[in-house]
């Protein structure tokens, strides 16, 4: 149920309206899409993909050191209860952004993504808690697939009342979707109540002590040093690092593509991250049944390779329909790619250990830092080239070189065995 509760931040201000909407407010009069940010001069976009850089930098260098404090406190719901309410009433906050006050703007949705990334690392970590390793799989798939269906349903609603304002006693112009940046943060912090009354806080019963920073460092230390002692890990997060760097790339800035070089209208671009959506929902399950035929590896690989594809053809999209069509594939692998990693690095945990935090900080200090490179590349490029299709068929590299890592791997066709390989 948090997938439900906060799938609709990734959709409605990452993915669909929120992206739209700032590209909108940021451009001038005369088309010139120039922004001033506290005096420096900047392509909108390019300072959107820094901005997404910078938020996921804070968390990568805090989620560690904040997972090693949770797991020797036993305190780890709290942690996630402060990102949840961090982030949810930053996107409430941007109910106020209108476009002349640029600043206030992206430093909520720094603050939104922030407050997002830092509760994932937590709710991660409850996966070997709550379930048997023959379950991670499946139960990582449904918790995509909720995420889904929960955040299509509130993207209906948001495009319903942004098409047709004056239905729901609104004004026209930017209220309704600044109305849904608003719902928005309330779905999440609403649905979040869910998990908050049901997941444990301190199921190993540990006791909490004042000097808690000195053993969260030293808990992270530990973890560390144990990560580095087991190279299938390591092998599996170094893949997972640079094809992540591609999918979270493509995930955060495919609206902007489609608005800058197919100059796709506003309603064209979220039907596209629908389709993207919905289609996510059948293919987190089909790599779930997949990778119990042919294992997590060769699943995985699969995937990486349809990824490949995808950077090379987004070089070559030209029509609203060829997007179209590219958005499908991609719903068909996004959803698999990221389900099945979470399962499977769970797979990969000692069995013995109770600090599960600490071990998927690690995992998601890849993830973000693999963000932060991925959309800084790719606003580079842009800046340098003066064209996103360059900076998408640059992504292609990072997943050529996480398939070689994945090609490395040993790994059980029903699963992982840590450190046999």
Known sequence: MYDWANSVYSLVITSAIFPVY??????????????????????NTVLYSYSISFSFLVI???????????????????????????????????????GENLEFGIICSVLASIGFSGSIVFYNSYLPEIAKEGEFDMLSAKGFALGYIGSVILLIFNLVTIQFPESFGM???SFAPRFSFLVTGLWWIGFSQIPFRILPNNPYKKSISSDYLWKGYREVSLVFRELRSMPVANRFLASFFFYSMGVQTVMYLAASF??????????????????IQLVAIGGSFLFAFISKRIGNKNSL????????G????AYFVHSVYQFYALAFVVGMVMGGIQSLSRSTYAKLIPTTTTDHASFFSFF????????VLGTASYGFIEQETGSMRNSALFMAVF?????????????????????IA
């Open 22 to 43: 700032y590209n909108a407010v940021t451009q001038g009069l005369d088309g010139s899409d120039k922004v001033s940010f506290f005096g420096w001069e900047v392509i």
């Open 60 to 98: 990568a260098l805090l989620a560690p050191l904040l997972s090693g404090i949770a797991d020797a406190s036993g305190n780890k719901l709290n942690f996630m209860k402060f990102f949840v309410y961090l982030g949810s009433l930053s996107c409430i906050s941007l109910f106020f952004f209108t």
């Open 171 to 173: 004004p026209t112009g």
């Open 258 to 275: 489609g608005e800058k070089e197919l100059k796709m209208p506003a309603e064209e671009l979220i039907l596209t991250v629908l389709i």
């Open 301 to 308: 690989v699969i995937m990486v390779f349809i990824w490949m």
């Open 310 to 313: 995808i950077c090379v053809a």
């Open 364 to 371: 998601d200090l890849t993830e973000k830092v693999a963000v």
């Open 399 to 419: 997943f050529v070189i996480g398939v070689f890592f994945l090609a490395r791997l040993t790994l059980s066709k029903n699963g992982p065995t840590p450190e």
